[in-house]
């Protein structure tokens, strides 16, 4: 990992370095943005006539003394603020793999603008070099990063900005790993691994178990593969917890629609469709790394879709952990299948707030393109996640539920069916309606339901265009910075 290192000061121009200087434009000339290096070579350095840009992200090097290298990186026009920060220190990072180590001397108002540098410096370096065949050699040789700033960071704030890298870089391999080596119990083992230093516990339901405990969504789903479904809860339970939050993903490590085909081309990418499951569990992990006073279950629904002769068909009814029973018309949409058991089980609990993330609809990708979530669900849960999502500078959009679209889940046999055959209007919002018959009561005369929030990642989950800012290619491990706000704000 990348050593991560805040500074007032810094000895510049030495051998194996790169400075970032932020380019603006200052009627319409091009000025470098403040900085604390003092150098009469840097001052006199012609920003036209090297090329720099002053547009978000553009980057140029500048060979500078002693071996060193300037690297005059475009700002843009909003305000330098945390969230820009996080986003142009990612994108010098990628700019800059090659270089042993990076420093940023960038304007900061306080240490939070500092770690935010560091953040997302560590974030833009991510790559996954393990299924390199013959060419195994990664492109990445930064050792650090150093972000200058009057500011003093402290050490648990870099202990942090460490924690949370970790667990994104975490869900970034693991959304990335192919489906032929991820798929159920493969997933349940890495959770088994990972959580052993950690002391949380961990309960691993196999379909044996997923059929006696009534789990009919999970094993429905799963029916079809040669790999069988699994379900992994976590729990993290520190002492003097007063708050109980739950985590639910979906974890399909493979969705090819099942005997509702998906067709070639919609097909490719389905191995991001275990996103929210990986994105909840590091989430769960970071929360527990900094020891949050927040009691937090997991629950992980994994499955492969797969078409085959014990696939669940078209048609089907099937019983969910609550007692209801869904009629299944498309086995494509399966995600609302096992989240209905994972939200049911969830609920049992009574958990303070529940919290789902999912891959969930194509529809919430045509609704808000691939740099947004959709946020649905009950009120004070849309305030929390909303105030979250702000905090951390991730982008989420909240959807209403209208209660009109309800009667198209009608079943005449079953409580609901799983899907409205031919309709294309408001997707998101039902695939939000059909989880929300899962969310338990909170309480005992069943009066009032559990606060609950519907995230639909199947926009952000992945990003299959170029990289931006911190947001590398592949999995990008959005909202997990979201969910570990959410438990701070519960914390408090
Ligand atoms: N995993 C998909 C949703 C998806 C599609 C995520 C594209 C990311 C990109 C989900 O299981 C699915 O197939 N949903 C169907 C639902 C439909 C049958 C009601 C969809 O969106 O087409
Ligand atoms: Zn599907
Ligand atoms: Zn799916």
Redesign the pocket.
């Given at each position: 990992m990348i050593k991560l290192t805040a500074t007032a000061k810094v000895a510049a121009f030495t051998k194996n370095q790169a400075i970032v200087i932020g380019v603006k434009s200052v009627s319409k000339k091009l000025q470098l943005v403040e900085h604390t290096i003092d150098s009469a070579w840097l001052s006199e350095l012609n920003l036209e006539a090297l090329g720099a840009s002053a547009k978000a992200e553009s980057i140029i090097r500048v060979s500078a003394p002693n071996g060193s290298v300037v690297a005059l990186i475009g700002v843009g026009n909003d305000e330098l603020d945390e969230d820009n920060l996080r986003e142009l220190a990612g994108a010098a990072a990628r700019a800059l793999g090659s270089i042993e180590n990076i420093v940023f001397d960038l304007p900061t108002s306080d240490a939070r603008d500092a770690a935010a540098i560091l953040e997302g410096a560590a974030l833009g370096q991510y790559e996954l070099t393990t299924y390199k065949g013959t060419d195994s050699t990664g492109s990445i040789k930064t050792k650090s990063v150093t972000v200058v700033s009057a500011h003093k960071v402290s050490a648990a704030a870099i202990a942090k900005v460490n924690i949370v890298v970790e667990s994104i870089r975490a869900t970034r391999d693991l959304v990335n790993t192919p489906p032929n080596v991820l798929f159920p119990a493969a997933f349940a083992n890495i959770v088994a691994k990972r959580v052993k230093p950690l002391n949380l516990e961990v309960q691993v339901w196999d379909e044996k178990a997923l059929a006696k405990d009534g789990f009919g969504g999970i094993l429905a789903v799963g029916g079809g593969s040669s790999r069988p479904p699994r379900l992994v809860k976590i729990d993290y339970r520190p002492k003097g917890a007063k708050k109980h939050l739950a985590l639910v993903g979906k974890g399909?490590t493979f969705?090819s629609?099942g005997l509702s085909l998906?067709p070639a081309e919609g097909m490719v990418?389905?191995k991001y469709?275990m996103t929210g499951a990986a994105t909840v569990f590091e989430a769960l992990v970071t929360i527990a790394k900094l020891a949050l006073p927040v009691h937090v279950t997991a629950w992980l629904c994994l499955a492969e879709n797969m078409p085959s002769g014990t696939a669940q068909r078209p048609n089907d009814i099937i019983k969910v952990r609550n007692g209801k029973t869904i009629e299944v018309l498309?086995t494509?949409?399966?995600?609302r299948l096992v989240l209905a058991d994972g939200l049911s089980a969830a609920s049992e609990e009574k958990p303070d707030l529940i919290i789902d993330v999912a891959?969930?609809?194509?529809?919430a990708?045509i609704a808000l393109g691939n740099r947004y979530a959709g946020l649905m669900g009950t009120s004070e849960a849309i305030s929390a996640v909303e105030a979250a999502a702000f905090d951390t500078g991730e982008l989420v959009w909240h959807m209403p539920l209208p209660a009109e679209l309800r009667s198209l889940l009608n079943s005449d046999l079953a409580d609901i069916a799983n899907?409205k055959i031919g309709n294309r209007a408001g997707?998101m919002l039902i695939a939000g309606l059909f989880l929300r018959e899962f969310i338990g009561f909170a309480d005992k005369r069943n009066e009032k339901k559990i606060e609950w929030a519907h995230l639909d990642i199947?926009g952000p989950a992945n990003n299959d265009a170029a990289p931006y800012g911190h947001t590398t290619k592949g999995g990008t491990g959005v909202m997990l910075r979201t969910l570990v706000s959410v438990a701070e704000g519960m914390a408090r």
């Open positions: 399909i969705d629609g998906k990418g389905m469709d498309n494509d949409a399966e995600g891959t969930l609809t194509g529809a990708t899907v997707g199947a």
